[in-house]
């Protein structure tokens, strides 16, 4: 259960400032008119008053846990008057912290990770000032403290931090050094509570057989003088029909207890959006006369495997929703709000639409990060986004003996579990990330990892919050070792950090990867270009500033630059330190194709019927900092190249081909969605990239959530050495194109291509490929591209400011053509200057405004 804020309460967001001192440099509230303050957005840190002040930049040198941070504001409130109560709320203060009203000191809190409610009425004088402490954390983690640490990791530069329930991310050097969150990040509000109060609430959706049933705890407060109220009823309502159960009321020493159940006949279930609707009822509680809107609430059901027995740490994952398989697919989570500045709603929806968009069902909060608020779960539930929610712990050895730590631990878990559970989306609880990994890999004893906090206080709680969903240990887990990947869940670089062989994926047997296809994606050119701003030549690759958006493992002597670099020579034989050398805007080309073309390979590899993969977590979603991070989304929300080719790897309706030696070339299809799908496929042969050879067309038909798998050659009717394997002679073919269309109006659904041969490995003239596109109007200032080209093009590339294209990084097969939406970021855009590229063409085709 969680304490219920209302939504009309007043968020303290305006008139903020802020200032820095040297540690305990101002202790004193009375004492802060003489800092430098500058302005100040709440909820905010420290390094968005610096950035939108001009003194820092995300990837610059910053100590911010070298400083006291104070901010302030002034607001206008009266006292409590009559019957109510006033509620100063303040979501979540980085790190250790003091928060003074009216000089007065009201709260003192020490993690980042729990939420504070003070009762203020009697505090407020009409004119009011609150100012918040945010104290250094350098000399607080030089305190000698125990009980002493087991092991030590290189995640971050200080052992102690494991003390401290602050967020990793901006204290871990390899990949994320800066900035560290410090400041009040969450909102803070002022609520005033008249006549009853909600003090904790519970809704528990269950299915059972066709129905939905929604469990209610409900704890209420009658304040001041108010009768207790002669009835309580819950609501739920979905369509225009409304459904209605009054709730029995118990009477405590608190106030009131009020429970109950409410049934829903045929019940309209929850899905993943790859899979069906995310169906939602609207909750209200009516107490008397006043209603209190819940939010909404979804009925699934979950499990972790088909079967009753299954056993994560042993089988893995294999989701199923609503008794159906979901093939999960997604990428860590990064908060967006990196320069320290909240993102409003609106951004949030973005982003997570783009999410959606991408075709990823499934996204993880990591433990090295922060917990998400209810907004972001309110709309995970509505865009039909499964979560993958850690407990934030990572690799650290957390002194759970300490009795204050763990009575910090267990409150920041109820508060956390008590926004999370009952929540539909809600797929996975993780207890840390790769705590178990860590101490495998140190060569310590088995358990060591787990113990108290994570084999038994965390998964207690959990199922006394009746989470509806599978609890892992840790991730990575399962095995003889945690970081085994054919058991239980596994961090899988071999393809990625390990630089194995395409052909790894298949062998490593990965059941489900929580973690995997780590790259450093290179971002678009004007994101390349943002790195040095002032200079007229492009930036080099071993610049300095463009290192340091790059990730690394701190230790080795090398980075995930060399990681691309490894795939670019497996997958194009191209020699990337010689093509950096002559021709670097090649080489950033080819980089940003590379590893989105593996990640599909590698989602088509798990995705197929015969894999025991039930899913895969990109890392991560977004980078951070400019540059070529782990993202496949850049610093400011723009796609890279990988994202569009994750996108159609993981459409709900796709199709792609595996290589499969000597047995030949599979076609794939998946229909994920809730209808059955029946479409038109064609399997074409082509001779230097152009010449046609062979093709065969079948109409296919698939039921919902089906899939389906053909070999190329058992559709052409006979042996034509597909992927020349045999190699009894020259080979026939250098292309294979799969293209699915739609029956009823010959649309084009998904398309794959394969070249057996390898890659094109020259770039031609424009006019022999016989490129060309034309632009039509669309609704308001959106495009319609229409691309086509006598030869292959591969690669398409659409670069259009001021428009965001649905598809990009395509190939349009010889002879064929291929619509793109370009949807108008403003009002006024125009394809001025646009242009399209191809990895196989020299130069560029400029495109032209439409008529």
Same mark, same amino acid.
């Given at each position: ?170 204290? %871990? ?41 929604? %469990? ?129 709603? %609106? ?322 299809? %998946? ?181």
């Amino acid at each position: 259960m969680t304490s219920w804020p209302d939504p009309d309460a007043v968020r303290l967001d305006d008139g903020w400032e802020a200032a820095a001192t040297p540690p305990d440099g101002c202790t004193d509230p009375a004492g802060l008119d003489g800092l430098d303050w500058r302005p100040a957005h709440v909820p905010g840190t420290a390094a968005g008053v610096l950035a939108a002040a001009g003194r820092w930049r995300a990837g610059a040198a910053y100590d911010f846990d070298a400083e006291d941070w104070w901010f302030r504001t002034s607001f206008e409130a009266s006292p409590a008057a009559g019957e109510e109560e006033v509620l100063l709320r303040l979501g979540g203060i980085a790190t250790v912290a003091e928060v003074y009203l009216n000089g007065e000191l009201v709260l003192e809190s020490d993690s980042m990770f729990i939420s504070h409610a003070v009762e203020v009425g009697g505090r407020l004088r009409g004119d009011n000032t609150l100012a918040i402490r945010c104290r250094a954390l350098k000399p607080l983690l030089a305190v000698r403290r125990r009980p002493r640490a087991r092991w030590r990791t290189r995640l971050v530069a200080d052992s102690n931090l494991r003390f401290f329930r602050t967020m990793l991310l901006g204290r %871990a050097p390899g990949f994320a050094p800066g900035p560290a969150a410090v400041g009040p990040w969450r909102p803070v509000i002022l609520e005033r509570r008249p006549g009853v109060a909600i003090d904790e609430l519970s809704l528990r959706p269950q299915v059972q057989g066709d129905d939905g049933v929604l %469990a209610v705890c409900v704890g209420l407060r009658v304040l001041g003088d108010e009768p207790a109220p002669s009835a309580i009823q819950i609501e739920l309502e979905r369509g225009g029909t409304t459904w209605r159960e009054e709730l029995g009321v118990e009477t405590t020493d608190g106030g009131l207890i009020a429970t109950g159940e409410l049934r829903v006949p045929d019940v309209s279930r929850w899905w993943p959006h790859t899979h069906g609707e995310a169906a939602l009822y609207e909750a209200r509680l009516c107490v008397a006369e006043r209603g209190f809107d819940l939010g909404r609430v979804g009925f699934r059901s979950l499990s972790a495997g088909a079967q009753p027995g299954h056993d994560v740490e042993r089988d893995g994952l294999d989701l199923h929703v609503n008794g159906t398989a979901i093939f999960a697919r997604g990428a860590v989570w990064t908060p967006i709000d990196a320069v320290g500045l909240a993102p409003t709603v %609106a951004e949030l929806r973005a982003a997570l639409e783009q999410v959606r968009d991408a075709g990823m069902n499934l996204l993880r909060l990591p433990g090295t990060s922060v917990y998400e608020d209810r907004t972001f779960f309110d709309l995970c539930d509505e865009l039909g986004l499964l979560v993958w929610q850690d407990f934030m712990f990572a690799n650290l050895d957390y002194p759970i003996a300490d009795d204050d730590f763990r009575v910090a631990v267990e409150r920041e878990a109820r508060e956390q579990l008590g926004v999370i559970a009952g929540r539909p989306s809600l797929a996975v609880l993780c207890g840390n990330s790769e705590i178990e990994q860590q101490v495998a890999m140190l060569g310590l004893p088995d358990g060591l990892g787990r113990g108290e906090l994570f084999g038994e206080l965390l998964p207690g709680l959990a199922r006394a919050a009746a989470v509806d969903a599978p609890y892992v240990p840790s991730a990575p887990c399962g095995g003889d070792l945690a970081f085994r990947v054919n058991r239980g869940v596994a961090n899988y670089y071999g393809v990625g950090g390990y630089r194995r062989p395409l052909d790894d994926v298949r062998r490593s047997a990965v059941r489900f990867a929580s973690e995997c296809l780590a790259f450093a994606n290179v971002p678009d050119e004007a994101a390349v270009e943002e790195l040095l701003p002032d200079s007229a030549t492009p930036i080099p690759v071993h610049h300095p500033r463009w290192k340091a958006g790059v990730p690394r493992d701190v230790g080795p002597g090398w980075d995930f630059d060399d990681v691309r670099d490894h795939y670019l020579q497996l997958l194009f034989g191209v020699d990337p330190g010689e093509l950096r050398r002559y021709d670097q805007e090649r080489y950033l080309e080819l980089s940003r194709a590379v590893t989105g073309e593996t990640m599909a390979e590698v989602f088509g590899e798990w995705r197929r019927p015969e894999s025991p993969c039930g899913g895969g977590i990109v890392l991560w979603l977004r980078d951070l900092m400019p540059g070529a991070g782990w993202g496949v989304v850049d610093h400011r929300g723009r796609p890279k190249v990988a994202y569009h080719h994750l996108r159609r790897a993981l459409a709900p309706v796709a199709v792609w081909t595996t290589d499969e030696g000597l047995n030949g070339v599979l076609a794939h299809v %998946a229909n994920d969605g809730p209808s059955p799908l029946r479409a038109r496929l064609r399997v074409a042969l082509y001779r230097d990239f152009e010449q046609p050879v062979d093709e065969a067309q079948e109409t296919i038909e698939l039921p919902a959530h089906g899939s389906w798998q053909r070999g190329v050659e058992e559709l052409l009717g006979h042996f034509v050495d597909i992927g020349w394997t045999f190699r009894f002679g020259p080979p026939a073919q250098n292309l294979i194109v799969v293209s699915l269309r739609d029956e009823r109006d010959e649309s084009l659904l998904a398309q794959s291509v394969r070249f057996p041969l390898g890659r094109p490995a020259t770039a031609e003239p424009i006019e022999r490929l016989g490129l060309g596109a034309t632009a039509h109007r669309a609704s308001g200032a959106d495009v319609r591209l229409v691309i086509e080209s006598r030869r292959l093009a591969y690669g398409v590339r659409i670069h259009a400011p001021g428009f965001e294209p649905a598809d990009n990084a395509f190939s349009v097969a010889p002879g064929g053509q291929q619509a793109v939406l370009l949807r108008a970021l403003q009002d006024d855009a125009s394809l001025t200057g646009a242009a399209l590229t191809a990895l196989n063409a020299r130069g560029r085709l400029r495109l032209e405004d439409p008529r």
